[in-house]
Antibody, heavy 121, light 110 residues
Framework: QITLKESGPTVVKPTQTLTLTCTFS??????????VGWIRQPPGKALEWLAL???????RFSPSLKSRLTITKDTSKNHVVLTMTNMDPVDTATYYC?????????????WGQGTLVTVSS | QSVVTQPPSASGTPGQKVTISCSGS????????VYWYQQLPGAAPKLLIY???ERPSGVPDRFSGSKSGTSASLAISGLRSEDEADYHC???????????FGGGTKLTVL
């Protein structure tokens, strides 16, 4: 059974850097084709893809947010970490960790429960 | 404003068939696979349809996807109360080099 769980602060101040950790089980990020990424959803709004890291350390980012994002993996710990700099109230959202089973298409096979991050002073 | 458009809401009665549309352009739906996600109230999204019309194991065959040109559709037949959820379409956009989601459609079972 594949599970993913997000952890990190629930509140960050404007201009601060957000660091979120995804801890997963049931698959290995060293398996060919596998990826782990992040998607967010502001309250009552649409989903927005942020970033993805593949098994071979290939990294992909949403062009609109690329300058603010970093994504890294620790395969031995089954962790993926997302950092987002210069947080703003418009970044208030539920952040989901997602699993991609194959790099041949763009589906996200499994999702974490999500973590709500509020940006407020 | 998303580059792929969904109606904000849809509704149907139990047993009915409902269709939700996802409209895009040549650079996104016209050139790439479409994915559908179901988001039950208070829950994370779940993959419902991939590669236009494929169902992951465990998804009932009441759910079906299709694509024609620059539009895609999700059909739900034999509507049930537990189908009440938000439904999101997604696809890759070659011009934006970005994965794009529709705005989501809230399905109400009357």
């Amino acid at each position: 059974q594949i599970t993913l769980k997000e952890s990190g602060p629930t509140v960050v101040k404007p201009t601060q850097t957000l660091t979120l950790t995804c801890t997963f089980s049931g698959f290995s990020l060293s398996t060919s084709g596998v990826g782990v990424g992040w998607i967010r959803q502001p309250p009552g709004k649409a989903l927005e893809w942020l970033a993805l890291i593949y098994w071979d350390d290939d990294k992909r980012f949403s062009p609109s947010l690329k300058s603010r994002l970093t994504i890294t993996k620790d395969t031995s710990k089954n962790h993926v970490v997302l950092t987002m700099t210069n947080m703003d109230p418009v970044d208030t959202a539920t952040y989901y960790c997602v699993h991609r089973q194959t790099e041949k298409d763009h589906r996200f096979n499994n999702w974490g429960q999500g973590t709500l991050v509020t940006v407020s002073s | 404003q998303s580059v792929v458009t969904q109606p904000p809401s849809a509704s149907g009665t139990p047993g009915q068939k409902v269709t939700i549309s996802c409209s895009g352009s040549r650079s996104n739906i016209g050139s790439n696979f479409v994915y559908w996600y179901q988001q039950l109230p208070g829950a994370a999204p779940k993959l419902l349809i991939y590669n236009n019309d494929e169902r992951p194991s465990g998804v009932p065959d009441r759910f079906s996807g299709s694509k024609s040109g620059t539009s895609a559709s999700l059909a739900i037949s034999g509507l049930r109360s537990e189908d009440e959820a938000d439904y999101h379409c997604a696809t890759w956009d070659d011009s934006l080099t970005d994965l794009v989601f529709g705005g989501g459609t809230k399905l109400t079972v009357l």
